[in-house]
């Protein structure tokens, strides 16, 4: 998908309400982890510059593919009731989550130090410099090791933490849902639905904060395009956080179901990024 090189788009909706801070309360779960991570700041999110999403012909792997740069703007971008930030490409591994307007707002990327290391995925959004752009990194590790994040979204220093005690599992051992707790002391759980796609609720009042599903976009820059969407609520979690463990639960789930996706296709080189969603099977597996 290629995208005018001289696109730039500014939003016009406010963010105010995904991160306004809300009423503090510990559950039995929240007291027993709330060492672990307190609430950080939220940050702003200027306007960034959407450029041309390309493949390098000259490089075949898929880390040649080149993701909007994130340029920052002292602009705070807007929302209303609802957020909704499509996946460009449909890989939680290579993507840029850009809203309905064309603005980007974090970028994803995977590589490796030399061929033998482990992956490393980072999540940045725009900000005044590199540094600071960093949301959270996630090694992966290899040979059966846990793999690590590295984030301020626990406490707002840079901490690190292995992805199971981050998103950890309740009750049924191969069980695919996750709770974690979130940096405005709630507990929140992702849980993969057939049909629908991953969702995001709050364990105490059960209400839905965010959820990734495929819908036919009716308005803005995809307007006519059936696109994968992470649609997220009003809320007092820090939007950082949605963005980081939905990202964690989306690429271990596309995991587990690649194998069963290429036995039944034959077609080792197909690429399964474009199935999306729990639609092609979000069950089984563990983080």
């Known amino acids: 998908m290629v995208l005018p090189l001289s696109l730039s788009l500014k939003s016009t909706r406010d963010e105010s309400r995904f991160t306004g801070s809300g009423p503090r309360s510990h559950g039995p779960l929240a007291q027993e982890k709330a060492s672990r991570y307190a609430r950080p700041g939220t940050g702003d999110l200027p306007e960034l510059r959407y450029v041309s999403l390309y493949r390098a012909p000259s490089l075949p792997s898929p880390l040649a593919e080149k993701q909007p740069p994130l340029s920052p703007s002292a602009e705070k971008p807007k929302t209303g009731m609802c957020m909704r930030l499509y996946l460009v490409p449909n890989d939680p591994e290579r993507t840029t989550l ?20 482990a992956p490393v995925l980072s999540i ?27 984030s301020h979204v626990f406490d707002g220093t840079m901490q690190e933490m292995e992805v199971r005690d981050f998103l950890y ?16 002391d709630q507990e929140y759980r ?39 969407c992470l649609q997220i609520q009003p809320t007092t979690l820090d939007i950082d956080m949605i963005v980081l463990t939905f990202i964690i639960m989306e690429k271990r ?31 089984g597996g563990a983080l």
Request: hydrophobic fraction near 30%.
């Open 253 to 283: 789930r596309r995991d587990r179901v690649a194998p069963v996706e290429t036995m039944k296709s034959g077609d080792h080189d197909e690429d399964l990024a474009e199935g999306g969603g729990c639609e092609a099977g979000g069950g």
């Open 190 to 228: 992702w849980k993969p639905y057939k049909d629908i796609g991953h969702v995001l609720t709050r364990l105490d009042t059960g209400d839905e904060v965010a959820r990734f599903s495929q819908e036919l976009v009716t308005e803005g820059f995809f307007r006519g395009e059936r696109k994968w």
């Open 169 to 184: 599992k309740l009750g049924h051992h191969f069980t695919p849902t996750r709770y974690f707790l979130g940096d405005d």
């Open 98 to 117: 850009v809203s309905a307007n064309g603005v980007a707002h974090y970028q994803v990327s995977t590589a490796k130090a030399h061929r033998l290391s």
């Open 124 to 150: 940045r959004r725009s900000a005044e410099s590199e540094g600071d752009s960093l949301v959270a990194q996630v090694e992966w590790k290899r040979f059966g090791k846990h793999p690590v994040v590295k």
